[in-house]
């Protein structure tokens, strides 16, 4: 029997080379072939001569009023010329290097060509040929190899819809089709390659989408299910007065939302479930009281409690601030990266092994093998992309299912945090801390860069502080190094009387601590910078962030930059040094320039460098949609995710996830490198 599963092989005129061509571009199937779909069309309606522009490539159609002439200037460099003439206007068609097309121009009948118009000359530099008439409104432009032509593909696809039409099947639940007025899968995937006009093409693209989506959120969530069923977390009954009591001894008060979300994770705590939850918040919004509220819940509960992060400056910073806020509080706060000495590493590891610790800080060294914990319940990852999920996953597994925390250094668009995070739960911080200042952002060219430095240099004396950020190479550290090397020495040069240090990634810890120190005392007063300073680093006194080649950073990075500043009450200024040649870096510039929100930036980014780019490398988690677009779906993706979560509560959804969706791997691939 006839299936969508037969070889292409199956159909006319597809014999071995053409096979071979087919297989190398990833089509075997008839469903390969269905679902192999364009990636642009060309509007071949036909148009009129007084209606198009200069430089438009459009399809005329006219009578052939000249018999085709045929002129050779070189080996295979050929021109064919003819005219064409549409209500009373004649104009000149000309084709390069397809002679043989001479045959289908014949004096007197009709003809329809597409190419590219030439308004001064009135003629058109030929494409293709139509023929006598034109069918449809648009012409679908596949990726195709050279031997394959764009004809011949399409002569087989037509093929393939002719005789397997039948056999595509529904899949979605019919209640969906109806309620969404999706069209039903056959018609949409015909249309996807041959729409009847824009509004069928946009139909058929919504209905693929959502289909894609819909599948992607029911596998995800269905393999979520069926996590949390066969590991029932632990319950925290944390001590809600001693969490009050340390609450009110905090040096500030806690934003609205801060509470909010508090409430939230430690709601959680309570629940015999396998906490997944997502902290989101801009930068500077206080996400750190937050974890260390949450996880103090958690030790007043029994439990060991663990924070990692990415840098050994972070954990340093971290490891004061809580050391300083749990001073009074019987709570042991250990520091573990990979600069701890022996001794003292051997002393943690043996507390961390018989319970004593309660709370440890550290970067990657707190997942090697020698860290042994007693009853790990609680685990917060900062900045968590930065981290591998094999990574993740060790350190959770130090524990028995423990609570789990993942915090984001800028926010991440919505669609990219269903996707990337499946079903986990999110909390958001939508609200800064009371009496912070706007940062006032300005884009300045590099002549202009001396003058900033004059504007800035007295206010430094009077006591403020700045970052001056290196400008980023990328390819290399050295490089990178070189740069900063020596934008500190020309600031150390031009204002011998400030206090300049520099830092770098490739100092040792203690260096940079030491440096760090000294920025936080304000014993220098311009830290010139890699990037190294980039996520977290919290300095109030400091006012002046300076990003040197600002266009060679993305969004989100420039915003975490700008976030060093404006972390006190005082006010602060970011100044973007930059010449962007591209339209691109002028646009990332202004936007810039015009709003300090992390949302706003985040979309822009995604939308601006594509999901593939958003967490600044390659996620290997990040699922690759075949049409469905994370920067521009995101209404097909709510619906899809609100659809997939209801019906998973129904008892159809087993039967349902039994259809065949379009790429079956990819929620299990997905899952897994994010939850396994
Ligand atoms: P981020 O969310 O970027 O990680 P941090 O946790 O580093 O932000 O907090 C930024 C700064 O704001 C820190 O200096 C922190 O002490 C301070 N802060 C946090 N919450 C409050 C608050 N409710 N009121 C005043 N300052 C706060
Ligand atoms: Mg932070």
Redesign the pocket.
Known sequence: MASLQDSVAVLNGVGPKMLEDLASVGIETILDLLTYFPFRFDDIKEREITEIFDGEKVVLKGLVVSDAVVNYYGPKKSRLAFRLMQDGVVINVTFFNQPYLAQKIILGENLAVFGKWDAKKRALTGMKIFGQAVTADFQPVYHVVKSLSQARLIKIIHQAFADYSSYITETLPADLIKKYQLLDRATALYAMHFPKDATQGHESRRRVVFEEFFYFQLKMLSLKQKEQQKNVGSTLHFDNQKLKQFIETLP????TA?KKVTNEICRDLLQPIHMQRLLQ?????????VALLAMYAAITAGAQTALMVPTEILAQQHFE?FQKLLKETPIKVGLLTSSTKTAEKREILAQLANGEMNLVIGTHALIQETVQFKNLGFVVTDEQHRFGVNQRKTLREKGHFPEVLFMTATPIPRTLAITAFGEMDVSI?DEL???RQKILTKWVRPPQFDQVMEFMAPKIKAGDQAYLVSPLIGESETLDLENAQALFVETQANFPDLKVGLLHGQMTSAEKNEIMGQFKENNIQILVTTTVVEV?V?V?NATFMIIMDADRFGLSQLHQLR?RVG?GSKASLCVLVADPKGENGKERMKIMTETTDGFVLAQKDLEMRGPGEFFGQKQSGLPQFQVGDLARDEDILQLAQQEAKQLLANERSAEILQRPPFKEALAQQVFSSYFD
């Open positions: 500030f008060e806690l934003t801060q918040g801009d930068v500077g919004s206080g996400k750190t009281i601030t911080i801390p009371k009496g977290g919290d109030p976030g972390r």
